[in-house]
């Protein structure tokens, strides 16, 4: 990563210090009012050793002095502990800050724009790279301004009993940013190579985990393991290599701060033995100097140290933030909803499309130009092959992917609708059944609302009751992590009934027959026909024989659709539709 990319990356990781500014202003005023007891601390402590050894004075009189050193050592401890925990404060609140600030973006672009990258990438990004950056925000942006302001302190303090011992510490002082700063250049590159290798390994194991049945199946398994243990290997070296640039910058800054704790060790030594007579006021060199300089010698250093320390936090999270905010950047640029209207829906919905050309959120084109009208109660049956774009149109009547032209709900474009709104005017099924709630029942009613008398029958509709009695709880059972405790089969029909019990003005259905056995194809197909009868019904299937039920049939192909009509009239028309349907015929004999 080159210096200009770095500094990029550190001025958009301080930028976003301000979801934080209260708990980060508040760990720096700790910071200071506890570098003020330092200073008061090695002075009663320097005056103590000085009234005791030199100027003989009796301990009974020195006990206010006691009282009030021990008062500040508590004192510091406790604004240590406070400073740690308005420290952690501000990194928690800019991390949930940033975590919602993806999610909301994830939910703008869609699921369609989503599954274009591995889940567990998604994974990384959320939690590892941003929880990396919590000691950059907690220790490493208040320790820098520590770094220069106690230090500062400690030399307003110690030039006025010994300019020498204070010119020391201010000559070295320099040494240790600068052996920082040549020591960690290569601490950022190398914790971002190691996040995109963290980010491909874990898409790419959870894919394989994911298809592990298809990799048996395929007897692909001992090649797949060999693969991810040579990744496992590739990334543990990786994590190494920044380790060793951590332990290097910190021998590194151990070294320099002992040299210049032992020249001013070694410049007092001198001036008691009488060699060396500068560095005083006149007076000569006291023990009080002495010891006040030696206490604060290492106090000096331990805000660059600890920057040292925390320095390998910012490399952390430039590492981290390389792809974050590559993201927000580029996808804040993609064309995402932010509709405001919420049209009158009270007599269904008319949807007219005109030249619409539905696109990725890359911009390709996905479908189209197409031309059409859906009209109130339309039942609608759309066929083709696959790859003719008709998962596209269905997505983006979803509202998941962005489009060219014009798609108008009742007047109003789609795209000027409040997302929120007009996905509660829908009810979806797809051919791969998502149960995000933990029991049955909470799966079918996401909204929380549990009308009983209504459940049982979109439950009996669904053909869901015949398999409640397998169940150790019925509709409260646990669905397990992607519904492990349920078949395909009863999984699709929890999703049907959670359609059926949703009251809309559009159900879209994508293949909700797929995959299915035939037992459990009838009931949902059965189920599906009596319910399109209730609202606007779009359904995507392969199944001819079943079009005869349906108000009409679209026929896509290329992105375009080619005839209209109902099954009697493509049926009885030359053309598309009905050489598909003696393709059809001519396969099942």
């Known amino acids: 990563m080159d210096k200009s990319r770095q500094q990029q990356l550190l001025r958009w990781l301080k930028s976003q210090s301000g979801h934080g500014k209260r708990w980060l202003r508040l760990s720096l005023y700790l910071g200071i009012f506890s570098a003020l007891l330092i200073l008061l601390q090695a002075w009663l402590l320097a005056g103590l050793l000085q009234s005791l050894i030199v100027e003989q004075h009796s301990r009974a009189d020195l006990i206010p002095h006691f009282i009030l050193l021990f008062g500040c050592f508590a004192l510091r401890a406790l604004l240590v502990w406070l400073r740690e925990k308005a420290g952690f404060e501000c990194g928690k609140a800019i991390r949930q800050t940033l975590r919602r600030t993806v999610l909301n973006r994830l939910e703008a672009l869609g699921p369609a724009w989503i599954q274009g990258k591995p889940a567990g990438s998604w994974a990384t990004l959320l939690l590892e790279q941003i929880e990396d950056m919590q000691d950059y925000y907690s220790r490493y942006l208040p ?4 770094a220069v302001i106690i230090p500062c302190f400690i030399l307003i303090a110690l030039f006025p009993v010994n300019w020498a011992a204070a010119m020391i510490l201010l000559a070295t002082a320099p040494l240790i940013p600068l052996f920082m700063a040549l020591v960690g250049m290569g601490a950022a590159d190398a914790n971002r190579r190691n996040f995109l290798a963290l980010a491909r390994l874990s898409g790419h194991f959870l894919d394989r985990l994911r ?14 393991t060999r693969e991810i243990r040579e990744a496992s290997i590739d990334f543990r070296q990786r994590t190494m290599e920044v380790l060793r640039l951590a332990f290097l910058s910190s021998a590194v800054l151990e070294f320099f701060a002992s040299i210049s704790i032992a020249v001013v060790a070694v410049y007092f030594g001198f001036s008691y033995l009488g060699e060396l007579n500068f560095g005083h006021y006149g007076g000569g060199i006291t023990l009080f100097a002495g010891f006040l300089a030696l206490i604060l010698a290492p106090e000096f250093f331990l805000p660059l140290r600890d920057l040292g320390a925390f320095y390998h936090s910012k490399a952390q999270a430039v590492g981290g933030a390389d792809s974050l905010e590559v993201f927000l950047t580029e996808m804040g640029e993609l064309e995402t909803r932010h509709g405001e209207q919420t049209p009158e829906l ?8 005109a030249e619409l050309m539905i696109v990725s959120p890359q911009g390709v084109p996905l479908a189209g130009p197409l031309d059409f009208t859906f009209r109130p109660g339309q039942r609608i049956a759309l066929v083709g092959q696959s790859g003719a774009g008709k998962t596209s149109l269905l997505n983006a009547l979803l509202g998941n992917l962005p489009y060219q032209g014009s798609l108008q709900v009742n007047g109003v474009e ?8 007009w996905q509660q005017q829908l009810a979806w099924v797809g051919q791969n059944p998502h149960l995000p709630a933990s029991t049955l029942v909470e799966n079918i009613a996401l909204n929380g609302n549990h009308d009983m008398q209504k459940l049982q029958q979109v439950c009996e509709a669904a053909g869901v ?6 169940l150790p709880e019925g509709l409260q059972s646990e669905t397990g992590e992607m519904a492990a405790n349920l078949s395909v089969g009863q999984a699709q029909r929890i999703a049907v009934a959670r359609a059926l019990y949703k009251p809309c003005k559009l159900l879209l259905l994508d293949e909700p027959g797929a995959s299915l056995d035939s037992h459990s194809e009838q009931h949902v197909n059965q189920a599906l026909q009596s319910a399109s009868h209730q609202q606007s019904t779009l359904l995507i299937t392969h199944q001819l024989d079943q079009l005869a039920h349906w108000d009409e049939v679209w026929l896509m192909r290329d992105g375009k659709i080619i005839q209209q009509g109902s099954h009697q009239q493509l049926s009885q028309s030359a053309g598309a539709f009905a050489d598909l349907a003696s393709r059809r015929q001519e396969t099942v004999e």
């Open 143 to 146: 320790q820098m301004l520590l």
């Open 211 to 224: 298809g592990m049945d298809t990799l048996r199946l395929f007897h692909r398994v001992e090649a797949e």
């Open 346 to 353: 009270g007599l269904g919905l008319t949807i007219r499309a």
């Open 414 to 421: 789609l795209r000027d609708i409040q997302p929120e709104y």
């Open 465 to 470: 009751t015949e398999f409640l009695s397998q």
